[in-house]
């Protein structure tokens, strides 16, 4: 990877990006304001990465990428079609859909490579929901972030996300959240590997707990994230 597609991916992971992602907690609200359970928020986060974005999130992510990379503009939409019908719980598939469509609405003007254009393009006409992972697998085969890396800078993303929810909770200190960061380091390779290597068919995720959260969580009193 050279110094531009360097740049590019620090562009897509930090939270200066408008995306809208970090408006998400991805449930983890509804988690937190049960007083009558304990929650581990390590282990909630290695269950999320491992039976939810890895499965789901990443596998798609990675098919993107090689529509990307062949110029398949209609794979891409059919990877987004299959994806959002993945995405169970209401909350979550709009939560995606809003921060995969931020993310192309910042770049519109700014990024004139014809697939781009077209999925775009496509995206507006309703041809499919624009899910974070795909834009993000289609940005990175565009600006030359290699897969497994860009697949490593998807969940990155999601843990500073998740983290960064917990803290403005208030469950969570900015010395701990560093400490998990670091903790969760060596999973992240091994679930890029297997996301990679799954084809498209196999795409799912397991784990019910969370995704109940998920769908209580439009039922709280009152909310600071969106999911």
């Not at 562009?11 to 304001?33: K, M, R």
């Not at 359970?37 to 098919?63: G, M």
């Amino acid at each position: 990877m050279d110094d531009t597609a360097f740049i590019a991916a620090l562009q897509l992971t930090d939270s200066f990006f408008p995306s809208g992602a970090v408006s998400l907690s991805h449930g983890l609200e509804t988690f937190l304001s049960d007083q009558s359970a304990e929650t581990d928020l390590s282990q909630l986060l290695h269950n999320y990465l491992e039976r939810k974005i890895a499965p789901c999130d990443l596998v798609a992510y990675a098919h993107a990428y090689h529509a990307s990379a062949g110029g398949d503009a209609e794979r891409l939409h059919q990877i987004d079609r299959y994806l959002h019908v993945s995405l169970l719980p209401q909350e979550l598939r709009q939560g995606s859909g809003r921060s995969g469509r931020g993310t192309l609405e910042t770049l519109r003007r700014s990024v004139e490579e014809p697939l781009f254009q077209t999925f775009v393009a496509g995206v507006d006409a309703g041809r499919s929901g624009g899910h974070l992972p795909v834009c993000l697998a289609l940005l990175h085969s565009i600006w030359r972030i290699p897969e497994r890396r860009g697949g490593c800078m998807l969940l990155y993303t999601f843990m500073v996300n998740f983290l960064g929810a917990a803290i403005r909770l208030g469950r969570l200190g900015h010395r701990q959240a560093q400490g998990l960061l670091i903790h969760f380091r060596p999973l992240v390779g091994p679930l890029v590997e297997q996301a990679l290597d799954k084809p498209l068919e196999e795409i799912g995720s397991f784990a019910p707990l969370a995704d109940i959260r998920a769908m209580q969580h439009a039922h709280l009193s009152v909310r600071l994230f969106s999911s």
